[in-house]
């Protein structure tokens, strides 16, 4: 499944079933939304997925539907090089 995570259920406390995590298929959430969410007591953070980093840079290089430009942005945001 290249451009694509599986993590099997229970991989991260999560994901409590088989999960695939499609990075064509992200969408941004403002930080401004996310501080009034926490602001507002409606932001639950689940779980940080450590350990995922590398399968999600290497999907995001092998993921077809993402055009260069965007695969660009996505690789520079998960490696802390852009917010």
Same mark, same amino acid.
């Given at each position: ?14 994901? *409590?079933?088989?999960?695939?995590? #499609? ?10 939304? =996310? *501080? ?7 932001? *639950? ?5 450590? +350990?995922?980093? *590398? ?6 290089? /092998?993921? &077809? /539907?993402?055009?260069? /430009?965007?695969? +660009?942005?996505? =690789?520079? =945001?998960?490696?802390? &090089? #852009?917010?």
């Amino acid at each position: 499944m290249a451009g694509v995570v599986f993590c099997r259920k229970l991989t991260f406390p999560c994901f *409590e079933l088989d999960t695939a995590i #499609e990075p064509s298929n992200s969408f941004a959430i403002p930080h401004v939304d =996310l *501080e009034r969410y926490n602001r507002t007591g409606k932001l *639950e953070i689940m779980h940080v997925l450590d +350990g995922i980093h *590398e399968d999600m840079e290497r999907a995001i290089q /092998k993921c &077809r /539907k993402i055009e260069a /430009k965007r695969k +660009g942005k996505l =690789l520079n =945001l998960i490696n802390g &090089r #852009e917010l």
